[in-house]
């Protein structure tokens, strides 16, 4: 059995469900850091697991994530200091390439730092590190054509914030949609009193 525990566990910042209602103490960690599209993997697992086998891949579909600083940033003004075994993190945008067929996946922080990855039909997770100033960018690419492109409107990363926040921003898009993401905003590093653990 398998069951999603943290629909909008906002204070915990692994939540999937859209942002919407009371944010007890999490509000800091959590206004502009969407997670909805992590529901497409979602969606696709839930099928293969209710089913028995994966289902037939009709779409192309990118999703990246990142921190909004690095993982041993010092924070000017923060209250409450970083989660335990915040050590542990990488530095990284992360990537979920769902391809239909072989192709090839970009992954992006700066117009001078990028990565290319030769992907089969399936699912790939893929990284690249990003340093402070990097921004988050993906396009899976056929036949020399852009099938998705992934941007990450506002988005920098943070050497040194006011606030620590170890939430992730996500964005995500498909070769029949390819839509966006709310743009990040800097608010969501304002001060904040409350998780002690995240992913």
Known sequence: M???????????SHYVGPIKGAL???????????HTA???????????????????????????????HAALASASDDRVGPPKNFDLFQDNVWALAITSAPGKVILETSP??????DVLRGVTKLAIPISPGGTMKGSIERNGQKVV?????GFTFQANPDTFNY?????????????????????????????????
């Open 2 to 12: 398998i069951q999603i525990l943290t629909w909008n566990d906002y204070g915990e």
């Open 24 to 34: 007890p103490d999490s509000e800091a960690w959590t206004i502009g850091f969407n």
């Open 38 to 68: 992590f529901l497409d993997v979602h969606k696709f697992y839930a099928q293969a697991f209710k089913t028995g086998s994966f289902p037939e891949i009709t779409e192309d579909r990118l999703v990246i994530w990142s921190r909004p």
């Open 112 to 117: 001078t730092d990028s990565k290319s990855f």
């Open 149 to 153: 492109e992934v941007t990450a409107p």
């Open 167 to 199: 939430n992730y921003f996500v964005a995500g898009a498909g070769s029949k949609d390819n839509s966006s993401p709310p743009p990040f905003t800097s608010s969501s590093l304002s001060p904040q009193s409350s998780p002690t653990t995240v992913p």
